[in-house]
């Protein structure tokens, strides 16, 4: 073989370890008893995996491949039904009633998993398992191989189980999610907007208190970052849907 094949194909060896190890793994793992479909929300300026939803049956996982300073959120949903053309609807998280959500936010309540994977000014993940919109599913993050100090992001309970009446959300008899309070009562004191729009003014309401009780490592309310946003610098996360409890 000629020399120069020797270096084009060095050169593409070393192409590849620089690409896959330059990539941000995300596993997706569905633990749950049913069939997950997780949405997919990027950030401005960013590509949507997967065009934004895909089927996860119980005991499947899969990989995303993201860049570095990728962001944006992961919800789980549950209780869909397509048709051959991607169209139909979901029980929570449903979006637009399209199987890949293609640029389109999930319905309330949905547990989000949110992440920024770096920026201009820090090399750091920041992410976190959110309520604040409510909740439809037990959800957790965990980076792999970040090494110390790297936090776990999670609600890992069944809010469900738990959900105040006021907040309950029912399909088909079932309780398949639970509001926050902001979704519920739709005012600026519980959704920390308008004149609460601030640590100071907005506070956490009976029902933030619950959520936080029960998930600690979550988002209870829309300023309760303190012991709800993680950092780490990992080269992949475990994202499980229904993590062991």
């Known amino acids: 073989m ?19 190890t330059d990539a941000i793994q995300l596993v997706l793992v569905n633990n749950c008893k049913e069939t997950i479909w997780p949405g997919i929300l990027a950030g401005a300026g960013h590509e949507t995996p997967r065009d934004g939803g895909f089927p996860l049956n119980c005991g ?9 300073r990728w962001s944006g959120r992961i919800w789980p949903r549950q209780g869909c039904c397509f048709d051959e053309t991607g169209k139909g609807s979901c029980q929570t998280g449903d979006c637009s009633g399209l199987l890949q959500c293609q640029g389109v936010g999930g319905n ?30 037990p959800v957790s993050m965990v980076p792999i191989g970040g090494g110390v100090g790297c936090g ?13 009446a006021a907040l309950v959300v029912k399909k088909e008899g079932k309780v398949v999610g639970c509001k926050s309070a902001c979704l519920a009562a739709k005012t600026d004191r519980y959704c920390c907007t308008g004149e609460f729009g601030d640590p100071k003014s907005c506070k956490p309401t009976i029902f933030a208190h619950l959520f936080k009780a029960i998930c600690p490592r979550a988002y209870s309310y829309a300023f309760d970052d303190a012991s ?10 475990l994202i499980t849907f229904c993590p062991p409890n």
Do not use: W
């Open 152 to 164: 776990v992001a999670a609600c890992e309970a069944d809010l469900n189980v738990c959900c105040p």
């Open 108 to 137: 309330p309540p949905a547990t989000l998993v949110e992440m920024t994977l770096g920026g201009p000014t820090s090399g750091l993940h920041y992410y976190d398992v959110s309520l604040v919109d409510g909740f439809n599913v």
């Open 2 to 20: 000629p020399e120069s094949s020797n270096h084009f194909i060095i050169f593409l060896f070393f192409s590849c370890i620089f690409v896959s």
């Open 60 to 68: 499947e996982q899969t990989t995303l491949e993201l860049p570095e």
């Open 228 to 237: 709800s946003l993680k950092t780490c610098r990992a080269p992949r996360y």
